[in-house]
Each structure stands twice: as structure tokens, then as C-alpha cells.
């Protein structure tokens, strides 16, 4: 059989309808008795996931990891975390999936690695200025003997974003301290990265999600701005550490790899940006899609359901891509809570992103009152609605 035939009867775009189901393996399903759900768990219930009528499991981290966060802080690229299973599962896995003609999507952590990582442990032991530092981004400090910060940057998840090495250098860690960031100027990343998703792809993975997907351009000047500066910037594309420009020519290396498959590999961006900057991820030339996080940041209301729908078809046009949806994930107190708790109204934008439900997680469930018939009856509504439109479905 000729490439062109074999083209001809693989469905290249099955990504642009998909309802893709989330799977957070470490709690999915044990599938050997230790208490620790495991990727032998996900191969066991496949048949449940085909009786649910998905088209692809999302798969969350897998791999070695400390758990700082998740699993998002990630010890190695390349492999599995013994807890969870082997490469052997993982193969067996993928292969079971495709046999039950549902496709596979993994978690890829490109901001940011572990502190515990290979590389990150060698530029802890090597001088400044050494190659090891290069593939992370070092700072010296303020004051005479370096004591003091580079700048007054909080990480997003609390506390300082800039973390000393005891020799006068600090690593810069946008989220926890355990998860410095790359430096995506470096073309050792950069080409290690590629060898991540061949890597991946050779085994079968049928696409990838990519976490803080618009992370990874960073230009930071040798005079770095206060954080007051910083937080006012709009995105024009030109912000030190958010949705640079550049940042579309490390996802078009990224779809020249994926187009050596076929059918191609897709991707989905995670992208916290403005409606107006989301297209260039999901294009064609990118990562193929991006998600749209505009319905988990609405209330249950007919009129902000039909604005954000009809917004996100008119990008999809744009980009050329199809549109997704999104009511759940990791990030989120899930819908049928937030469906059940008081309505946000007025919204922080600031605020409002993945905020929802967190003061009632705090009180332990307390505060304020849940309605949770309520909050089921919207959710089942909602995931109807979501399930109906045009695009792909993310659960």
C-alpha cells in the first residue's frame, strides 16, 4: 500500500469534533492494590471509557515526579514514575486505546522542569556562567553580596518568584519553587524538547497537551522592572514572561515534528491569553489548537454562555482550527460545586480565574452554603450544551 493510500484512510482531522475525557492517573484507578491509581488501572477500565462514547483520553503527568504539583513538576521527560508503572504499561496502554479506536493525548510540561531533574541538580553543582545555568534562567542578586532578590516578582502560586542558590544566584520558578523555569532561548531545549516528542510520538501518542503554553518565550532585561510594571502590561506580544511573539516559532519546530507522522500529531495549547491573541496557537502553522477557558469563567447564564459561544466560533474562523470547550479540569473547583455555590456577578479577571469555589474548599465545604442538587441539575445541563457545539470537548 502506497503512503498517499494509506493518507487517504486515516483520519487526519478527528481532533476538530473530539470529546476528550481528562484522566488524572495517580487517582483514576489502582490497578494493583497499593492505593495508587496507575496507568494498569486506565487499561482495565478502557471498556468504560468506550461505553462513555469519548474519542481520546487525555492522560495527566506520569511521569517521575516529586508531587509539588501534581505531577507538573516533571523529573524526567522520558519515562514513567515506578509508582504508576512502566513504558511497557504505556505502550500497552496506547496500543489498547487505539484498539478500542480511541486516541491518546499527553501531558507535556515544557515551562518549567523539576528541581530534581538532571539538568536542574547539574546547575546546581556547576559556577555561574556554566552551560548548566544556561538551560535555566539565573540571576545575580541585588546588594553587595547577592543576598537580595533580582526583582520583587511573586510566583503564581504564592511567595517570591526568584529562589537563591546560596552563591549569590537566584533561579527564576513562575509557579513553585521546585519548578524552575527554562530558558527557551537555549538550543539545547529547545532541540531536547523535539527529541521529547518524537520520542512520545514513535510509541503512538496522538497529540499533546501543552501546559503554560504561552510561557515559554521570556526576555528579560538586564535591568529587571518592578512587578507593579510588569502586572500593567497589556499583551502586545511583547511582555517578558507571557505570550511573546516568539514564542510561535518554538511551536512552528514543534509542528514540523508533527508533521512527520501521519496522520500528524496535534496539540492543544494551554494559553491564558486574551481572546484576541488565542488563534496563533491553535493555527495550522502551531500547535493546531487552544483551549478556550471562556465558558469555566462564566456563571451559569444564558446570556454569557451565548456571548462566549458566539465569540469563540467567530476565533475558531480565524484560526482556522475548531473551538473547545471547557467547563472542568485540574486547575478547578469542578462545575456541579461551582454550579451549586453563590453566582460570581462582576468579575476580576484577575480574580476570577480558577477562583471559583476556592473560599468554600477553604471553610472545608462550609462556606458559603452549597446547593448541590442545584449545582448538578446546571452541571448536566451545561456538559449537554457543551457536548452540542461545534468543536471539541474537553471533560
Known amino acids: 500500500m502506497t503512503d498517499s493510500m494509506i493518507n487517504a484512510q486515516v483520519d487526519h482531522s478527528w481532533w476538530r469534533q473530539a470529546a476528550v475525557y481528562q484522566i488524572y492517573p495517580r487517582s483514576f484507578a489502582d490497578g494493583n492494590g497499593d492505593g495508587i491509581g496507575d496507568l494498569r488501572g486506565v487499561i482495565n477500565r478502557i471498556d468504560h471509557l468506550r461505553a462513555l462514547g469519548v474519542d481520546a483520553v487525555w492522560l495527566s503527568p506520569f511521569y517521575p515526579s516529586a508531587l509539588a504539583d501534581g505531577g507538573y513538576d516533571v523529573d524526567d521527560y522520558r519515562d514513567i514514575d515506578p509508582l504508576l508503572g512502566t513504558l511497557a ?6 496500543a489498547r486505546l487505539h484498539e478500542a479506536g ?14 530534581r531533574h538532571v539538568w536542574f541538580q547539574e546547575a546546581l553543582a556547576a559556577p555561574k556562567g556554566s552551560p548548566a545555568r544556561a538551560r535555566y534562567i539565573f540571576r545575580d542578586g541585588l546588594g553587595p553580596d547577592g543576598s537580595e532578590p533580582p526583582a520583587d516578582w511573586p510566583s503564581i502560586f504564592g511567595g517570591p518568584a526568584w529562589e537563591p542558590v546560596g552563591d549569590g544566584q537566584w533561579y527564576l520558578h513562575l509557579f513553585a519553587k521546585e519548578q524552575p523555569d527554562l530558558n527557551w532561548d537555549n538550543p539545547e531545549v529547545r532541540a531536547d524538547f523535539l527529541h521529547t516528542l518524537r520520542f512520545w510520538s514513535d510509541r503512538g501518542v496522538d ?9 515559554l518565550a521570556k526576555q528579560l532585561p538586564a535591568e529587571l522592572p518592578p512587578w507593579s510594571e510588569l502586572r500593567t502590561r497589556t499583551g502586545d506580544g511583547q511582555h517578558p514572561l507571557w505570550d511573546r511573539d516568539e514564542v510561535h516559532d518554538i511551536y512552528a519546530e514543534w509542528r514540523a515534528v508533527f508533521n512527520e507522522y501521519t496522520p500528524p500529531r496535534t496539540a492543544v495549547a494551554e494559553a491564558w491569553v486574551d481572546a484576541d491573541r488565542r488563534p496563533p496557537y491553535a493555527s495550522a502553522e502551531g500547535l493546531g489548537q487552544a483551549f478556550n477557558f471562556d465558558l469555566l469563567q462564566s456563571d451559569y447564564d444564558a446570556s454569557e454562555f451565548r456571548t462566549v459561544i458566539t465569540e469563540n466560533l467567530e476565533l475558531a474562523g480565524r484560526s482556522g482550527s475548531s473551538t473547545t ?20 456577578g462582576a468579575k476580576d479577571p484577575e480574580e476570577v480565574i480558577a477562583k471559583h469555589g476556592a473560599d468554600w474548599l477553604r471553610s472545608g465545604g462550609t462556606e458559603p452554603e452549597l446547593d448541590r442538587e442545584l449545582g448538578l441539575r446546571r452541571a448536566r445541563a451545561a456538559t449537554l450544551v457543551e457536548l452540542a457545539l461545534p468543536g471539541s470537548a474537553y471533560l
Open 89 to 94: 504499561d504505556f505502550d500497552e496502554l496506547t
Open 102 to 115: 480511541l486516541k491518546m493525548i499527553i501531558d507535556l510540561v515544557p515551562n518549567h522542569s523539576s528541581d
Open 207 to 215: 497529540g499533546f497537551r501543552v501546559d503554560v503554553a504561552h510561557g
Open 325 to 344: 470547550w471547557v467547563l472542568s479540569n485540574h486547575d478547578v473547583v469542578r462545575h456541579p460545586t461551582r454550579y451549586g455555590l453563590p453566582a460570581l
